[in-house]
């Protein structure tokens, strides 16, 4: 069956359109235009979005424009805001915008506000992160609370990691922070190894409390516990719940008055803003939380509300839909030139890859082009040292979306100067190469010249910032988020559940118990012998 995307109007106009700019060059688009670095431009709740090195013309982005509003963006924006159930799969509402709203703010679901219960949440965990912080909250012993393991996978795992990372230098430096997620053992292992159990408090992060790596965890968490605690009531002073489900939080034996809820309408890699965010709560303190909300908050109303020209989430999502179903991109790298946002592409990958990586439209039609893009990066400088080699003069084409900061958390000259002129440097080189010419004109040996030669013409965008503060984190994961589901919304898929999930982890179910038997086993001859080897060696 053809899906309807590629038989829209607006979408072969696109294709057209590509043809004719397979011949542009981003040296001569610059040259056509002296002001293209101070139009191709954009800026939102502190981020300035510069695209002007994507190569697009005026004419692209009308075009784009209009497929967005083909296919519904504003429309789709509406339905997600107005608390339709717009993950169809599931039947539910999609509404993190909601967590970061402020005091007074109204979104209903199912005729209801949820605005009071999301509130009431934020203020118990305020005054639990505060009585956390300031000692009054104690162990079981008596002894203050020196360090903090969440213990959570996916999308209750890689936002908070991420965070904490992001905004350490925010962070109460007399807590540890330590976050578990893989069922390996030794992630528990190495997290705990040096902590007391007596100063330890476990955040055990799981919106179903069903997820088997974090019961896993958690009862590895429990025993470390007791065993050096001694006693059941020692529970209710080391461990607090973070989840939507009170009767698997009450079996474990966590005191459900030591839980955090929040919604079936957040979607697990959406959730960094609900209760899940607790460990960033606690490490930078509920007002520089609030900060963070305000700074998601600040896009969303943006995304919401701006003119789609303007819009900085709807832009990036329409350049990525450009890049990858027009010029033949697979993947976009995030190159963030700041320490500080190390886990800041493994956070994307999640959201990015899981919401988008589907095959079939909204209606169930398989689709006849291509969706979610391939998200991956590190920090530069580093990554100039290793994988930009193939950027610069490989085969594919590589869109990169440069993260960089005016200040730094650290006075350090002449560090932060360096690091701003890499990544300019970087998105000046992608984009204008060096021609054989300049190349000779350098005196290399013409054996050398076409190794010297960059073609250049390759796309990014920077995304600049003052600081990386509360706000700003917030804002650029909401900015994500939304050029996310405008992706999503031009590809007609949902967004909002992950099915691909569900076979690996049925499939582990049924090898587990076959593992530590002898039973006979039932799966391919490849699956067969790989377990009697294991069951040999283990
Ligand atoms: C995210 C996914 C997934 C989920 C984890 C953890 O959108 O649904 O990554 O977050 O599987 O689930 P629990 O929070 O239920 O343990």
């Given at each position: 069956m053809t899906s309807r995307l590629t038989e829209r109007a607006t979408w072969k106009a696109l294709e057209k359109h590509a043809t004719a700019m397979r011949g542009a060059h981003l040296r001569q688009l610059f040259a056509d235009d002296p002001k293209r670095g101070e139009r191709l431009a954009v800026e939102a709740a502190g981020l300035y979005y510069d695209y002007a090195k994507q190569r697009v013309t005026d004419e692209t982005l009308q075009a784009l424009l209009a497929l967005a509003d083909a296919c519904g963006l504003r429309a789709k924006i509406d339905a997600m805001f107005g608390g339709e159930k717009i993950n169809a799969t599931e039947n539910r509402a999609v509404l993190?915008?909601?967590?970061?709203?402020?005091?007074?703010a109204s979104f209903v679901v199912d005729g209801e506000d949820v605005m009071p219960s999301v509130h009431e949440v934020l203020d118990a965990m305020s005054r639990f992160a505060t009585s956390v912080r300031d000692g009054?909250?104690?162990?079981?012993?008596g002894k203050r609370i020196r360090n903090v393991v969440n213990v959570g996978i996916g999308g209750s795992d890689l936002g908070p990691v991420m965070a904490y990372r992001a905004l350490r230098s925010y962070a109460d430096r007399e807590l540890t922070f330590r976050f578990v997620s893989n069922v390996d053992g030794t992630d528990f292992a190495e997290a705990t190894r040096d902590l007391d159990p007596h100063e330890t408090l476990f955040l055990i992060a799981s919106k179903t409390f069903t997820t088997q790596e974090t019961m896993t965890n958690a009862a590895s968490a429990r025993a470390w516990v007791l065993n050096a605690l001694g006693d059941e009531a020692a529970i209710a002073k080391h461990f607090v719940a973070i989840s939507t489900n009170a009767a698997e939080v009450a079996k474990f034996g966590i005191d459900t008055a030591n839980m955090f809820g929040f919604w079936d309408w957040v979607g697990g890699r959406y959730?960094?803003?609900?209760?899940?965010g607790l460990s960033t709560m606690i490490a930078i303190g509920p007002e520089r939380y609030r900060e963070m909300l305000d700074g998601f908050h600040a896009m969303d109303e943006h995304y919401r509300t701006a003119p789609f020209e303007k819009n900085l989430p709807a832009l990036m999502g329409l350049l990525a839909v450009w890049n990858q179903n027009f010029l033949g991109a697979q993947t976009i790298a995030v190159l963030p030139y700041d320490q500080y946002l190390e886990r800041f592409p493994a956070y994307l990958q999640q959201l990015a890859m899981e919401s988008n990586g589907k095959g079939v439209t909204r209606d169930g039609t398989s689709v006849s082009y291509e969706t979610g893009p391939i998200y991956w990066g590190e920090p530069g400088t580093n990554g100039q040292h290793s994988f930009y080699q193939l950027i610069h003069q490989g085969t594919k084409l590589i869109p990169c979306d440069f993260v960089a900061f005016c200040r730094s958390h650290h006075t350090l000259p002449p560090h932060h100067d360096l690091l701003i002129a890499n990544v300019l440097a970087q998105a000046e080189a992608l984009a204008f190469g060096k021609t054989a010419d300049e190349v000779r004109a350098e005196g290399t040996a013409e054996a050398l010249v076409p190794h010297r030669v960059f073609e250049g013409n390759r796309p990014s965008a920077t995304i600049f910032a003052d600081e990386l503060t509360p706000a700003t984190l917030g804002a650029l994961v909401a900015l994500y988020e939304h050029s996310v589901f405008t992706q999503g919304a031009i590809f007609d898929?949902?967004?909002?559940?992950?099915?691909?999930?569900e076979l690996g982890k049925a499939l582990a179910k049924r090898i587990a118990p076959e593992l530590t038997s002898q039973s006979e086993l039932g799966h391919d001859s490849s699956t067969n012998t790989l377990i009697r080897r294991y069951r040999a060696r283990r």
């Open positions: 993190h915008v909601a967590l970061r709203a402020p005091k007074g009054s909250f104690v162990g079981f012993s959730s960094m803003t609900s209760a899940i898929v949902n967004p909002f559940d992950q099915w691909g999930v």
